[in-house]
């Protein structure tokens, strides 16, 4: 499946972007894409058997490109009176929340406590 996510997703939930960013959002849309695929199971199917909605799936890539556009150098925390700033310890670039990814979670696998699941299916 192609991804479904475009960059008229990034710029109807952000901004217009320049003829570079576009370039930059294009890229980033298909390493968000192969990153979700790897870490959400059954990704692919349940959208084809329209079981998790799309629109779902744009948002959750969508904003996980934006967050890179907005903050490239993934710093955390600036000053400006002497200018300093602070980096994350570790700058993972393109990035899902726990949320984002509890909401493309599938419905059927159980989770809590002892329950033991596999963070991502590798295909090929």
Known sequence: MDNP?????VINRWRPLSDA?????????????????????RLVERLEDETLPVGLVKRVVADSVIRL???PDGKTRERIDDYEYTR??????LGFTDGELDLLAPTDETTGA???RP??????
């Not at 996510?5 to 997703?9: H, K, L, N, P």
């Not at 963070?119 to 090929?124: D, F, K, L, R």
């Open 88 to 93: 994350a310890d570790s700058v993972q670039g």
């Open 21 to 41: 960013e576009i370039v930059i959002a294009e890229t980033r849309l298909g390493d968000a894409w192969d990153e979700i695929q790897l870490r959400v199971s």
């Open 119 to 124: 963070h991502y299916e590798v295909c090929e």
């Open 69 to 71: 556009m907005q903050n």
């Open 114 to 116: 002892f329950t033991i």
């Open 5 to 9: 996510v475009t960059v008229q997703d």
